[in-house]
């Protein structure tokens, strides 16, 4: 059984405090949705040093927030035009074992199936439409259960890209393109955002015994003290 949240559009360090309580503090099968931070944010992962990733400058300039979120992976710009999915599973609940590439290929799987689309697929971390990355992931693996975070680009401005540096270490598939040639937007491939949404709680009604929690009711939830690892780092 799977909880399901269409979430309200809230910032992002919001979610990731629902999502780091759910994790450490909760026993369910969660599948949260959310379609935007109502801020622009950079979100890092937790052994992410900012330098190595990030334009000071531009970060100041723009007034955008720095968030290490309590998980591994990358570095990503997101604002109201990205579409955030978190699934926060029990291990002992999933046909799979639990490391970044089984988890990642589960997944893919039933973004493969919601979206119909035969170009998605998942490359090296990323989830991609041919050559071009839609998609970023990064995980958070304990002994009883894990999580996996995605952040979908529904459109993107490219300005706001520019505050990200190119990474030390790229994937192989970038071919050191620039952000602006080696992303893509869905919007591109999905006439609008609610069909996107239908689609995907369409599959997992499929895959899952699914419920769906009104977002109210996980807002007022209570969750008992559990260590907290997120944290705003700039502005």
């Known amino acids: 059984m799977i909880n399901y949240v269409h979430l309200p559009r809230m910032p992002i360090f ?23 931070s109502l801020e622009p944010s950079v979100v890092m992962g937790i052994g992410s040093q900012v330098d190595d990733w990030v334009d000071r400058k531009r970060i100041d300039a723009m007034g955008v927030p720095v968030i290490k979120r309590f998980s591994g992976g990358g570095t990503v710009v997101v604002d109201p035009d990205t579409i955030f999915v978190t699934f926060i599973l029990n291990n002992r609940d999933v046909e799979y074992q639990p490391y970044p590439e089984t988890i990642l290929k589960h ?14 697929s998942a490359r090296e971390n990323d989830f991609v439409i041919g050559d071009h990355k839609v998609g970023g992931n990064a995980y958070y693996i304990q002994k009883d259960r894990h999580l996996m975070h995605t952040s979908f680009l529904w459109d993107f401005l490219p300005e706001r890209m520019e505050v990200l540096l190119h990474p030390k270490r790229a994937p192989n598939y970038r071919q050191n393109r620039p952000h602006t040639e080696f992303l893509a937007c869905l919007k591109n491939f999905f006439k609008e955002k609610q069909t996107l949404f239908l689609d995907f709680q369409k599959e997992l ?10 977002p109210e009711q996980l807002l007022r939830k209570q969750f008992k003290h559990h260590r907290k690892s997120l944290k705003r780092i700039l502005n």
């Open 205 to 214: 009604n499929n895959l899952f015994n699914l419920t769906e929690i009104e």
């Open 107 to 120: 997944h893919a799987k039933i973004y493969q199936k919601a979206f119909g689309m035969g170009g998605f």
């Open 14 to 36: 919001e979610m990731l405090t629902i999502e780091e309580a759910l994790l450490r503090a909760d026993d369910g099968n969660w599948c949260l949705i959310m379609d935007g």
